[in-house]
């Protein structure tokens, strides 16, 4: 333990951001090599802990944003720092370190068709080389805590749409991430089941976890009242506290 | 590495396996096909050489002496061929032997009716050369040697063999290699398909942190699985077909094998199995290897 938060403290000792700050985005370009930059001048500071909508039209940048926070792409300029890791110079043997400690959902769930409830969860335990004693027990817990306890042994085409995600919720929490990211988490799902994820996400949240929700959901982001930043051809153009999704026109 | 993560990843191999069974059958079928042709290609080079070197090794050189010359000079002279390095063996003949063995071979009982030995200036060397090729540069320096009257030599045989044996080998090598470059292009093409087939899991793996090592690792164990066992499959097969093939032809052409003398299956299989193995396991391994460092980048 000693170590551990030795080499964190001197993460954070490097990084001239204030200590509570888990991402920093300061002056952030991203470019593909055809079309318009997707993000310009992006300036983004979130704290350890927060609760953050990032919404948008399609096409204004979020998967991008979420993208760069992954280390999937790196920046074209600017500075990024998330958990300490400055993701513009991280060295390719380092991400997975660095990986282990964020959690990603995705609209499509992303699951192993093949496997069962219970194997795609573990799978993310066996990948960071968890012992069976505490895949055996890591595994049933999270289940719960998800709701799906009574169904680790069925495939994911048995499941429903919100049953899948929760199973991808349920892989990307197993690990106890610091940060999670979740790109249209209820793009697939009825109204129903996207306030259940949606109220799953703030219950995790307030287990102390940071969660980055990229969502269309109008509805879901005026009711819950929670940090809401809105990109519009890659620039950010609103973040506001217990924000309101901005209409368009 | 965990012994639970080393299990994991092996069970996640064998699984590999079964679960693109298809491409898994395609790529055994390609590996063995290739080993199949490769080692049945062996068997009969190698036989080749075998009955080749034999009929070299009764290859000789003949070397008659002046007349009336001393003995102790054919010793020397004798000594000096010894110590040329081409030479494997050597036989003194002496001209009662070489009477009696041609008493022996063409005469039969007419032989009484000689007094004395016609062949009393046939005493001579038999040299047997270990690389038939030599022999011409060997009849030259035995043809300048003091003491020496003639020298006969089987310049037909000599050429045909090493002719012979130099096609052998270009061609063995031309066929080996064409079977390599085919068999690395499907195992790389069949991996790849496996690879593409899986590359969800592969990104959804590198989402959650898994080291390139651990991604790696199952599809290498998979890869190397389906080269051994391409390569066991020929190798039985290659066995039970010599066994009958040697039988079949030892007892329907008795006189072929009188004249040629064939390898046993064990002394084939000695080289066969290792090389075969080395080659399946290598080619899988590196198919693999190839084909998911490509793959991993996300
Ligand atoms: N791989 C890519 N190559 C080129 N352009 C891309 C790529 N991915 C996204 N873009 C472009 O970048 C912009 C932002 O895309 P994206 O971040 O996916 O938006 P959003 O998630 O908000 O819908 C869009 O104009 C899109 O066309
Ligand atoms: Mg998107």
């Known amino acids: 333990m000693e170590v551990v938060n030795n080499v964190a403290e001197k993460r954070r000792k490097k990084s001239t951001a204030p200590p509570n700050e888990i991402i920093t985005m300061t002056n952030v370009c991203k470019a593909y090599s055809t079309g318009a930059p997707a993000l310009k001048d992006v300036n983004l500071h979130i704290n350890r802990g927060e609760f ?198 | 590495m965990r012994i639970s993560s080393f299990f994991y990843t092996l069970r996640q191999g064998v699984r590999n396996l079964f679960r693109n069974k298809w491409f898994t059958l395609a790529s055994i079928a390609t590996i063995s096909a290739c080993l199949f042709l490769f080692g049945l290609f062996y068997a009969i080079v190698v036989n080749f050489q075998h009955i080749v070197r034999s009929a070299e090794e009764g290859v000789s050189v003949t070397v008659f002496f002046d007349e009336g010359i001393e003995d102790t000079r054919i010793q020397d002279i004798g000594e000096s061929i010894r110590k040329r390095p081409e030479v494997a063996n050597i036989i003194f003949i002496s001209a009662e032997e070489a009477w009696d063995s041609f008493k022996k071979e063409y005469l039969g009982e007419y032989a009484d009716g000689f007094t004395e030995n016609p062949l009393a200036d046939s005493a001579n060397y038999e040299i047997y050369l270990n690389d038939v090729s030599m022999q011409s540069a060997l009849v030259t320096y035995l043809e300048a040697m003091d003491g020496v009257r003639l020298v006969n030599r089987s310049e037909l045989a000599a050429t045909t063999l090493t002719g012979v044996n130099a096609l052998i080998a270009y061609v063995s090598v031309g066929i080996i290699a064409i079977l390599f470059a085919v068999s690395v292009f499907l195992i790389s093409n069949t991996v790849t398909i496996g690879i593409s087939v899986r590359k969800e899991e592969i990104n959804i793996m590198k989402y959650i942190g898994a080291t390139d090592f651990f991604v790696r690792s199952p599809f290498v164990i998979e890869g190397m699985m389906i080269g051994a066992i391409g390569a066991s499959i020929p190798l039985g097969v290659i066995y039970t077909l010599y066994n009958i093939v040697l039988e079949y032809v030892l007892v329907r052409f008795p006189m072929l094998a009188d004249l040629l003398s064939f390898l046993t299956v064990d002394e084939i299989f000695h080289v066969l199995i290792p090389v075969s193995l080395g080659i399946g396991v290598g080619i899988g391994f590196l198919g693999s290897i190839v084909t998911v460092r490509k793959h991993l980048r996300v």
């Open chain 1, 52 to 249: 953050v909508f990032i919404v948008g039209d399609s096409g204004s940048g979020k998967s991008t944003l979420i993208k760069l926070l992954l280390r999937e792409l790196t920046i074209t300029s600017g500075f990024i720092n998330v958990m300490g890791y400055d993701l513009a110079k991280i060295k390719h043997r380092k991400i997975p370190k660095f990986r282990r400690n964020l959690g990603v959902v995705f609209q499509d769930f992303r699951l192993l068709k093949d496997r069962n409830v219970y194997d795609n969860v573990a799978f993310a335990q066996r990948i960071i080389q968890k012992s069976n004693k505490e895949i055996k027990k890591n595994v049933p817990s999270i289940l719960a805590i998800v709701g799906l306890a009574g169904k680790y042994k069925a495939k994911p085409r048995q499941l429903s749409g919100g049953e899948q995600q929760r199973v991808a919720l349920a892989r990307a929490l197993v690990n106890k991430p610091t940060v999670l990211l979740a790109d249209e988490p209820t793009g697939n799902l009825d109204p129903k089941n996207s306030w259940e994820i949606m109220k799953l996400l703030e219950q995790i949240n307030e287990g102390g976890t940071t969660v980055i929700v990229v969502t269309h959901n109008r509805e879901i982001v005026n009711a819950m009242q929670k940090r809401v930043v809105t990109l519009k051809k890659g620039v950010i153009v609103s973040d506001e506290e217990k924000g309101g999704y901005i209409d368009e026109d």
